[in-house]
């Protein structure tokens, strides 16, 4: 489209050039020889500066270039009247090249340059005298204008659609990696849940039964090889689970694991506490706590409008609670879970993962009052280190 424009300027450019001169010819003006030499001259002048790359490049040739060329059309001018005409296409050069403030100068310039020449060439002096360039300039500047808005707004749309590329791209990838890390950590649970605890079931029944044999029957060893089986079978369902757990708590335990989220959370301090005396928890607690967590602050952040927030993990006689509180904009629970009514994630989703282990997430805020976020876990009956 620009090359078609440019184009078009060129030819018109240039027929109005040939017309003065062919006029001037065809009147046989008396100094019409000298109308085609300033005719060619200004044409010359103009091809030089279309065919120059430094033109286009820089604001300081395309000054010098264009006031070349207003020599040109003044000495045109002061010849013929009908060098009045290639007054339009100017106006476009010198708003495309010069800063605005200055283009518009110069066409306000050349348009009072070219009345001035129709008159002293005692032209009859009428309305459309002064209406013609005036309304000429009018026109140029407005089509410049209105180019300059449609090319930023195709600019500015052109970034949009690469944006929208670029972040369909990241949720794509986000997308696919929380499908994998999702996958491994529903994998953890089956094993957990149904082989794990199956074998250590089968275990303990073997053990007791064990126990039951006389002393030299024959079934004791085949009681004690099946017990050394699900033994070794649990110690390998347990590295299965180990091996499936995410990654933020595979280097390190629990709080370690949330040390590290407050840290890597951007544009927001976060601080970290324990009470308690800190646990083993089993992989799917731990799990569902960091998860929670992470949830929790990417709210903040990108909701909250909070400067600081606090995680507090509390290990307790019979439950963990992890407790997240910023000191944001804060919002109406009621109002926001009406406004969920169709569905949604994030709150919802936190309080799935507490159901399923058996806990309770509590949510407290008020508009201007900052958010606290309560999640509640009860321990598993007996040993609470036991991975099982």
């Not at 529903?186 to 007791?208: K, P, V």
């Not at 799990?287 to 507090?312: F, P, W, Y």
Request: charged content about 20%; overall charge neutral.
């Amino acid at each position: 489209m620009l090359r078609a424009l440019r184009l078009c300027l060129h030819a018109l450019l240039g027929g109005l050039i040939a017309l003065a001169a062919v006029k001037a010819v065809a009147d046989d003006a008396p100094d019409a020889t000298a109308v085609v030499l300033a005719a060619v001259t200004m044409a010359v002048v103009y091809t030089v500066g279309t065919l120059s790359p430094a033109v286009d490049r820089s604001p300081r040739p395309a000054a010098v270039w264009l006031a070349a060329l207003g020599l040109a059309w003044l000495i045109l001018l002061a010849l013929s009247p009908d060098g009045l005409w290639a007054a339009f296409p100017l106006y476009f050069l010198q708003l495309h090249l010069l800063p605005m403030r200055w283009g518009l100068a110069a066409v306000v310039a050349t348009a009072a340059a070219a009345i001035a020449g129709f008159v002293l060439h005692g032209q009859t002096v009428t309305p459309g005298t002064f209406i013609g360039p005036l309304l000429g300039a009018a026109v140029a500047v407005a089509t410049v204008l209105g180019y300059q808005a449609l090319y930023r707004e195709s600019e500015r749309r052109r970034e949009l659609i690469d944006e929208l590329l670029a972040t369909r791209e990241d949720l794509a990838a986000a997308e696919r990696t929380a499908g994998t890390l999702a996958e491994r950590e529903r994998l953890a649970r089956e094993i957990h849940d149904t082989l794990a605890q199956g074998l250590s079931s089968i275990q303990l029944l073997l053990r007791a039964a064990e126990r039951t044999l006389p002393v030299g029957d024959p079934a004791a060893a085949h009681v004690r090889q099946a017990r050394e089986a699900a033994q070794d079978n649990l110690a390998e369902a347990r590295r299965f689970v180990r091996a499936l757990t995410p990654p933020d708590l595979e280097h390190g335990s629990l709080p370690a694991a949330l040390e590290r989220l407050c840290a890597a959370t951007p544009g927001l301090a976060v601080r970290f506490a324990v009470s308690g005396t800190p646990v083993k928890l089993p992989t799917p607690y731990e799990v569902a706590l960091l998860r929670i967590a992470q949830s929790a602050l990417a709210n903040t952040v990108r909701h909250a409008g909070a400067a600081r927030a606090e995680i507090t993990l509390s290990f307790m006689d019979t439950s963990v609670a992890l407790d997240v509180v910023d000191d944001g904009v804060g919002f109406d629970p009621l109002a926001a879970r009406a406004a969920r009514a169709g569905g949604g994630f994030g709150l919802p989703a936190m309080r799935s993962r507490a159901r399923s282990l058996g806990g309770m997430l509590s949510v407290e805020s008020a508009p201007g009052q900052g958010t606290a976020v309560a999640i509640t876990l009860p321990l598993p009956s007996g040993d609470p280190g036991d991975p099982t």
